[in-house]
């Protein structure tokens, strides 16, 4: 690890002497030479800079890219809907993006480690650590019924395209079209209490779904071991670092565009396909003055990008110090929005068939998110020739597409933790296979509470409260808050000139300063005031200690960050002031020695000695 050394001034001696900040980077500033190799000896680089960009793509694009977009475009007006989802992507989702990978690759460190830039707000670290542990705990599940559904997608008929199953009421149909002509589906079940097959299957087989929060029932058995074998999976992807991770890290994060392919082609083959295009990007104008149109575009950048989950910053971590980061993030960003964009088609076009196929209105076949991929998505395959073999595709593409994101948010995690842990300690003496094993045992112990009869109803109190836009926005805030304002945005574009030989576009430092931190605060408070209480399904309301633990849940992690402000100012001496200047003052690695000036030299503490039990590299995939 880099040895990492503060200003010789102590925590708890004040100082009155203001001492100049040295210009980092000082050396690559003169020369402009951008292919100068600036090493970092101690910290393992990709190999290839294409592992970097296939990582951030296997990490950043995942399962909201195919079942959250599309929904969000048809809701909020068709194409109309990509004019502000555009805009919040070069105000918010570019330079928040770039900032994090920027970040990384700067300090040469991920998590907590990452904010020595400016050690006051260290809470940072520690509050993307806490959502993205509640993110490997929860998202895995989405990856549990998407194996389960596969493992029952091998037989024809499939199990959920007909009734007199085991699971199946007396009132289970396969046929909606001759007595919910043209009626949502919802509408329908209330007035006909009519249960489609797919959704028995879902809630009664898959789900086993009681009463409410608080019966919690029994464990499913077979869940259990889908949850098992996931678990194992994403070990084995991480537990080497680059030397197991990189060899998959190209299949998953390519074979899910390879079946996006085969899907579209063969959706636009099916009749009724044309229709749910067209009704995907059907322009309804009036939409645009409607604010929550502008604040869900924000909210899905947010999600879409990965932004707050301090993955990106351990991503580009592992980049050689003179990589053209800039250039990535705007690579990247057109590859995350082009897929939500091509996979409107792949999903529209299905759905269009669907509609087709049952003589009601697209409208009333829509849906968004585990919906989409658990009940709309199968009852479509369903009614195709060959279903077995599209099913196996899709959640296949369901399995992969939503594995890569997982094992590299597992791994983002593991970084932060062994950068925190004491070399000395119990778990800083065990081997990284260790570490990483208690790790997934211990999300693999609190996702069995997801496996019971309650379980859905635990997975949606995660899922809208742990890592909602809420804490995702407020992480975002501060970040930019942090690097502009109390770093310094100027000194920051300073830095990466260093990093890539020219200072990237002003508008970067305008976003970082003023726009971006507007827009995440904006859409914050919007949700803050039209806060709604949680609600399953349209009909189970959650009781009121289910949101007491919610709100637990989103407060674990924003309080992180005004909370260790508070500590590090309290347990420092000296003026206000001077607390201030100590604190802010960035913790340098020896890897920027080469850019301080040689009278700043003693800023920097000796390197450590090394011994068998120090970690020399952490890896990120």
Same mark, same amino acid.
Do not use: D, Q
């Given at each position: 690890m880099a040895a990492f050394a503060r200003p010789l001034v102590s925590e708890t001696e004040g100082s009155g002497t203001e001492v100049a900040e040295p210009s980092v980077c000082m050396g690559l500033m003169k020369t402009g030479d951008p292919n100068t190799e600036l090493g970092h000896s101690e910290r393992q680089t990709w190999s290839r800079q294409m592992d970097f960009i296939m990582s951030c793509v296997g990490f950043a694009v995942g399962l909201g890219n195919v079942w959250r977009f599309p929904y969000l475009c048809f809701k909020n007006g068709g194409g109309v809907f990509l004019i502000p989802y555009v805009l919040m992507v070069f105000v918010g989702g570019v330079p928040v993006f770039f900032l994090e990978i920027a970040l990384g690759q700067f300090m040469k460190q991920?998590?907590?480690?990452?904010?020595n830039i400016a050690p006051l707000f260290k809470g940072l670290g520690l509050a993307s650590m806490v959502?993205?542990?509640?993110?490997?705990?929860?998202?895995?599940m989405v990856l549990v019924w998407g194996l389960y559904f596969l493992a029952h997608s091998f037989t024809s008929p499939l199990p959920w395209a007909t009734c007199g199953h085991e699971w199946n009421t007396v009132n289970c149909t396969t046929n909606f079209s001759r007595v919910c002509f043209n009626q949502s589906l919802a509408s329908?079940?209330?007035?006909?209490?009519?249960?489609?097959?797919?959704?028995?299957?879902?809630?009664?087989?898959?789900?086993?779904?009681?009463?409410g929060l608080d019966e919690v029932g029994d464990i499913s058995g077979y869940m259990v071991l889908c949850l098992l074998a996931t678990w194992v999976i994403v070990y084995f992807c991480i537990w080497k670092g680059v030397k197991s991770a990189g060899k998959v890290v190209y299949f998953t994060a390519?074979?899910?565009? !390879?079946?996006?392919?085969? /899907?579209? &082609?063969? @959706?636009?083959?099916?009749?009724?396909?044309?229709?749910?295009?067209?009704?995907?990007?059907?322009?309804?104008?009036?939409?645009?003055?409607?604010?929550q149109v502008w604040i869900d575009a924000a909210t899905q950048i947010f999600f879409s990008y990965a932004i707050g989950l301090g993955a990106l910053t351990a991503l580009g971590s592992y980049n050689r110090f003179n990589n053209n980061c800039y250039q990535d993030a705007f690579i990247l960003a057109l590859i995350n929005s082009g897929t939500s964009f091509f996979a409107g088609f792949v999903v529209f076009s299905v759905l269009g068939f669907m509609a087709a196929e049952q003589g009601v209105d697209i409208s009333n076949v829509a849906e968004s998110g585990p919906g989409l991929a658990f009940i709309a998505y199968p009852k479509a395959v369903s009614l195709m020739p060959l279903a077995?073999?599209?099913?196996? !595709?899709?959640?296949?593409? /369901?399995? &992969?597409? @939503?594995?890569d994101s997982q094992f590299v948010g597992v791994e983002g995690f593991i970084t932060g933790i062994m950068d925190m842990l004491p070399p000395k300690s119990f778990l800083g003496s065990q081997r990284r296979e260790v570490v990483v094993a208690i790790c997934c045992f211990t999300c693999f112990t609190i996702d069995l509470s997801m496996v019971t009869q309650g379980g859905m109803y635990v997975f949606q109190l995660f899922d809208y409260y742990s890592a909602s836009g809420i804490t995702l926005l407020w992480q975002a805030f501060w970040e930019c808050v942090v690097v502009a304002w109390v770093y310094g945005a100027d000194r920051f574009m300073d830095n990466v000139a260093c990093m890539i030989g020219y200072r990237p576009l002003p508008y970067m430092k305008w976003c970082w300063s003023y726009f971006t931190p507007v827009v995440c605060m904006a859409v914050f408070l919007f949700h803050v005031v039209n806060y709604k209480r949680l609600v399953y399904n349209a009909v189970y309301v959650y009781p009121w200690w289910g949101e007491v633990l919610g709100w637990f849940l989103a407060l674990s992690s924003m309080l992180c960050i005004p909370l260790t402000v508070l500590y590090k100012l309290l347990h420092c001496k000296g003026t206000l002031m001077e607390r201030w200047q100590h604190l802010t003052t960035p913790i340098w690695g020896r890897h920027h020695l080469e850019f301080l000036p040689h009278e700043n030299e003693a800023r920097l503490l000796p390197k450590a000695e090394e011994n068998k039990t120090t970690l020399l590299y952490e890896s990120v995939i």
């Open positions: 991920g998590g907590v480690a990452t904010w959502i993205v542990f509640f993110c490997n705990t929860y998202y895995i329908c079940l209330e007035h006909t209490g009519l249960r489609s097959s797919v959704m028995e299957f879902w809630e009664r087989k898959v789900l086993r779904l009681s009463g390519v074979f899910p565009y !390879l079946v996006l392919v085969v /899907l579209f &082609v063969h @959706g636009v083959s099916l009749p009724g396909a044309l229709n749910g295009i067209i009704y995907y990007l059907k322009p309804n104008w009036s939409k645009l003055s409607e604010a077995p073999l599209w099913a196996v !595709l899709f959640f296949l593409m /369901l399995l &992969v597409l @939503g594995l």
